[in-house]
């Protein structure tokens, strides 16, 4: 269904989107076992706490049972090779959790069978809407009583507006659960196994295997579903306007063969990456990425830090020299790292699609683009967010003053914060969009640069970049609004407001200004 040049591997590189306790972790653990990267259940987390122990910062990963970084997970499927990007699944989350998001051509959301769409669903749901980013639906745990599968998808059309499609019906859940018929394909897929071809609903065979309840359910419920939702359409999915529907159960292997398949078959190759001057197509023969994330001491022996770059174009050799945007430097790639599940490895060779990590001493940070022709094209979508939370950074010890702005200066560079520094006064403000990101400000500053800091209350919950047609209207307000006022890593203004009432209010006034949720990378 992907057509590509020969030659080039193709790629499914993909998230999954999930509230915490949906069973993102058990499904992921399904998703390598049945791509035969790992044999054991429970390895996903028995690995992350091995790799967590040995990192020293990464304390409060342990002290919190959360995972505070991404990993990519490889495994083979069919001949075909899958990019699994793990997205932080607590509550909390950060800017991390969100630029995951752009280095992925497609995602997969898991929802609680009982609890339908939740919170952190709908918010990460938003971030993959703003770039289109097609998404295959998992309803998990239908060993479990479950919500009435009607109410669950309508309650994805409804709370999404996307257009769903169910792929596979439910034959009861929880103490009834009998099985899962495959709509597409016409297979009945007994909870014991296996899978048994239909001629249709109306295969007699149906009334031997099932109960009779159980059966009459499903013709009605399935023909009711036929009718009343849209039929699958691969270029409304591609769009990101329609989803197809799965369920089943991580936990007792229920349609796990049948979501792999999707992503094998229905979810895209790498696709066009927006830049400028135009969009990069993974065809194109030279070299390019951009990098989505900086991850400080995987290896403690060293303080090294891993870049993590999407490959969007070319074929990748180590050794290759790939020029950075903004600054022009050229960089040898030579210990790139693939990660695999099992462990890290060396890579030789990557294709379009694949995630690359270059371990560097701090030059490469997020948002920028790596190109093998110098200055060729840069990409853009990667934004920065919005703070939701500001603090005041206050020092214990006024001698430390330089580490702290150095510490300050490479945490924002890697990502994990933002720094603003009001126009009066010279304490500066930090912004996070979760509380997580706080944690690990702390726990860096201690640990990594021994600065003892405190965060303080400030008077403002929420700031938002400004930009204007005219200068004299920014100047204007500028002064008028100085002890709101701040610039950022850049120097470009930023409004910092109390609430979002009086943002709101602030911005009915200045129809002149501009007031951005997000700011791309110069
Ligand atoms: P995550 O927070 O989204 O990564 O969720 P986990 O994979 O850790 O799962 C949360 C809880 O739900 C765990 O206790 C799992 O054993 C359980 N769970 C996951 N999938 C299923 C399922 O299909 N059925 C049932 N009954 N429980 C499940």
């Known amino acids: 269904m992907n057509d590509r040049p020969t030659g080039r591997p193709d790629r499914r590189t993909f998230a999954i989107i999930s509230h915490p306790d949906a069973g993102k972790t058990t499904l992921t653990e399904k998703l390598l076992m049945t791509g035969g990267a790992i044999h054991l259940a429970g390895e996903v987390k028995a690995r992350g706490?091995?790799?967590?122990?040995?990192?020293d910062w990464m304390k409060i990963e342990q002290q919190r049972g959360i995972s505070v970084t991404s990993s990519v997970m490889t495994f083979e499927y069919d001949g075909l090779t899958f990019n699994l990007l793990d997205t932080p699944g607590h509550e909390d989350f950060s800017e991390d959790t969100y630029r995951t998001l752009t280095a992925v051509d497609s995602a997969v959301m898991v929802i609680d069978a009982a609890k339908g769409i939740e919170a952190q669903t709908r918010k990460l749901f938003e971030v993959c809407r703003l770039r289109s980013v097609p998404i295959i639906t998992f309803v998990n745990k239908v060993d479990r009583e479950g919500r009435d599968t009607f109410s669950l998808l309508d309650e994805i059309a409804d709370q999404l507006a996307l257009d769903v499609t169910p792929m596979i019906w439910?034959?009861?859940?929880?103490?009834?659960?009998?099985?899962?018929?495959d709509l597409a394909e016409n297979r009945l897929l007994p909870a014991e196994g296996g899978a048994i071809a239909m001629s249709g609903l109306d295969d007699?065979?149906?009334?031997?295997?099932l109960s009779a309840d159980g059966v009459a359910k499903l013709r009605e419920e399935a023909e009711l579903a036929q009718a009343g939702y849209a039929e699958f359409d691969l270029a409304a999915y591609r769009h990101g306007d329609l989803t197809p529907v799965y369920f089943g159960s991580a936990l007792r292997d229920f349609g796990i063969p049948e979501l792999i398949n999707a992503l094998r078959d229905l979810a895209p190759s790498p696709r066009l990456q927006p830049a400028a001057p135009?969009?990069?197509?993974?065809?194109?023969?030279?070299v390019s990425g951009f990098i989505f994330k900086v991850q400080a001491n995987m290896n403690p022996q060293h303080r090294d830090r891993v870049a993590f770059m999407r490959l969007c174009s070319g074929r990748f050799k180590r050794g290759m020299k790939l020029n950075q945007s903004g600054t022009g430097k050229a960089?040898?790639?030579?210990?790139?790292?693939?990660?695999?599940?099992?462990?890290?490895?060396?890579?030789?060779?990557?294709?379009?699609?694949?995630?690359?990590?270059?371990?560097?001493?701090g030059t490469l940070r997020v948002g920028d683009s790596l190109t093998e022709v110098a200055g060729a094209v840069s990409f853009t979508g990667l934004p920065n967010f919005a703070p939701e939370i500001l603090r005041r950074v206050a020092l214990a010890d006024p001698t430390k003053t330089k580490q702290l702005r150095k510490a300050l200066d490479d945490l924002s560079e890697e990502g994990v914060i933002q720094v603003f520094h009001p126009a009066i006064g010279s304490q500066m403000v930090v912004g996070v969009v979760?509380?997580?990101?706080?944690?690990v400000l702390i726990s860096r500053l201690q640990h990594e640069y021994k600065v003892d800091a405190k965060l303080d209350v400030s008077p403002w919950d929420t700031a938002r970049w400004l930009t204007a047609d005219n200068d004299a209207d920014l100047k204007d307000f500028a002064g008028n609004h100085?002890?709101?006022?701040?610039?950022?890593?850049?120097g470009q203004p930023v409004f910092m407001a109390k609430d979002a009432w009086e943002l709101n209010y602030v911005m009915q006034r200045h129809p002149g200004l501009r007031f951005s949720a997000t700011k791309e990378r110069a």
């Open 331 to 361: 960089i040898a790639v030579h210990s790139p790292i693939l990660f695999f599940a099992q462990n890290r490895e060396v890579a030789d060779e990557a294709w379009p699609g694949d995630i690359i990590g270059i371990p560097n001493h």
């Open 278 to 286: 135009e969009a990069v197509s993974p065809d194109d023969p030279a």
């Open 482 to 490: 100085r002890n709101a006022m701040a610039s950022d890593r850049d």
């Open 49 to 55: 706490q091995t790799r967590r122990a040995r990192s």
């Open 170 to 181: 439910p034959i009861g859940m929880g103490g009834v659960f009998e099985g899962l018929y």
């Open 204 to 209: 007699p065979r149906l009334d031997e295997l």
């Open 434 to 439: 979760g509380q997580l990101q706080l944690e």
